[in-house]
């Protein structure tokens, strides 16, 4: 017997297209033409921006020089700021994170927004790898070390839960392996990237 061949209803392949190029743009980050700072340029008056350090689904991130306190930061500027999703995503993300205090956590420093309705996130300056660049470079971990680092993710991993949010992102691209010769091991780790992480009620359900 055949599988009878079930019809689309009308209406449905549009519908469908239009989820896709939705899919689409938020993982690209932008459906139009981008309109970034460019290295060089003063952030909010106060964090130079220094060279592009990388692009996600959302944001772009520089290397800056945080000119009032003369030290260096992770700048993130939200790409496609026309988009209501990334925005509200980007404010998300940047109420979210400001809320840890850990240091298996990255540290946001400053928020804001650019002229033209680009949101911006002001991080502590990471210089490392990720954990994602270490597995391939290095393949299998030797044991210890695989469970100094899961502690330490662990950790981090309590402090967002005591906040109240649920990161919902963990992943090896999202935790960062940063040299500290001040601990065992000599490395720490950071959690990154609270984009579509939701915030939990008292209840137990989530939130954005």
């Known amino acids: 017997m055949h599988a009878r ?36 340029a003063l952030v909010h008056g106060r964090y130079r921006l220094v060279s592009l350090l990388g692009r996600g689904g959302m944001g772009v991130v520089y290397r800056a020089r945080d000119l009032a306190l003369d030290r260096d930061v992770a700048v993130k500027v939200l790409r496609a700021p026309e988009r209501a999703s990334l925005r509200a995503r980007f404010r998300r993300e940047t109420q979210l994170a400001s809320r840890v205090h850990h240091p298996h956590a990255v540290y946001v420093v400053d928020a804001g927004e ?6 911006f996130l002001v991080m502590e ?32 991993m309590q402090s967002i839960h005591d906040a109240g949010i649920v990161h919902r992102d963990l992943k090896p691209a999202n935790i960062f392996i940063v040299p500290d010769p001040e601990i065992s091991g000599g490395e ?8 579509i992480a939701k915030l939990r009620e008292a209840d137990g359900q989530t939130s954005t």
């Not at 743009?25 to 290295?39: C, F, K, M, T």
């Not at 650019?114 to 949101?119: E, Q």
């Open 188 to 195: 720490r780790i950071k959690l990154l990237d609270f984009g």
């Open 125 to 156: 300056l990471l210089k490392g790898r990720t954990l994602r660049a270490a597995l391939t470079e290095c393949g299998r971990m030797e044991p210890r070390r695989a469970c100094r680092i899961g502690a330490m993710i662990a950790s981090g």
């Open 114 to 119: 650019l002229p033209d309705g680009s949101g």
């Open 5 to 40: 061949r079930r019809e689309p209803q009308p209406g449905a392949a549009p519908a469908l297209r239009e989820v896709a190029r939705e899919v689409t743009a938020e993982r690209d980050g932008a459906a139009e033409p981008e309109s970034l700072p460019e290295p060089g």
